[in-house]
């Protein structure tokens, strides 16, 4: 006779660190009713390198994959809020969701260049492609060239509702960004990256699609790193090319 087991995905000490993490989330919610926009404005940009390191964290820790060209998807993240805001009329608010799935649309196609490569070509070809967008941004005019240019579109709306907004924004960005890797990394795919960093032959032999398993990890840190762009520029309300 064989023992009979059970699969937990969670522990006792994990429900009650989701759950503390919930009232937190509840209660810096409340922050725009009686914090100091000093703070907000911090805890913003806390969340912007929150969101960045993230992505970072997955796509090199997890998956192995050193991109020193990650600035790249952060600037496209910003420069998408800017046209929708600015050029297409967009609610910036509501432009940050549509900036994150812009920025995941342009790094399908960068994803196949710089999937040519690879170890430490890998890394020197991803800081290429982000000097390319750079300079290739900072000779366009209409989006400010290389002083810049700021967002416009938030016009008429007063400081107080933009401040909360911005703050409930990244909240919200942060901690889906929180919960979004956190599910992915024990999710089968998750589990197929792990796998994968410490043997990609190995990781191949057990049926893991190495290539498409890299490509999403790539593209997932590329969305979140465009989601903190787009969440930085809608807070400093302006952007060029060397920031």
Known sequence: MTAAFT????????????????????????????ADPGWMRE????????????MWNLLAGYGGMVSIGQQAFVGLGGYALLVLGNHLHVNPFLAVPLAMVATL????????????????YFAIGTWVIAEVFRISIANISTVG??????????R?????????ATFWLCLAGATAAVAAVYGFLRSREGLALLALRDSETAAESQGVDVTRTKRAVYLIA??????????YFLGNLRISPDA
């Open 145 to 154: 060239g290389g002083s810049g240019t700021s967002l416009t579109a938030l």
């Open 43 to 54: 805890f913003e940009e806390m969340s912007c390198y929150l969101i960045f390191a993230l």
């Open 222 to 231: 590329a969305a979140g790193a465009g989601l903190a762009g787009a969440l």
């Open 156 to 164: 008429g709306i007063s400081r107080s509702t933009r401040e909360a």
């Open 105 to 120: 649309a342009l790094a399908v196609p960068v994803s196949f260049i710089a999937f040519r490569l690879q170890g430490g």
């Open 7 to 34: 699969v937990s995905r969670a522990t006792r000490a994990s429900r009650i660190g989701g759950a503390v993490a919930a009232v937190l989330v509840l209660w810096l919610s409340t922050f725009p009713w009686w």
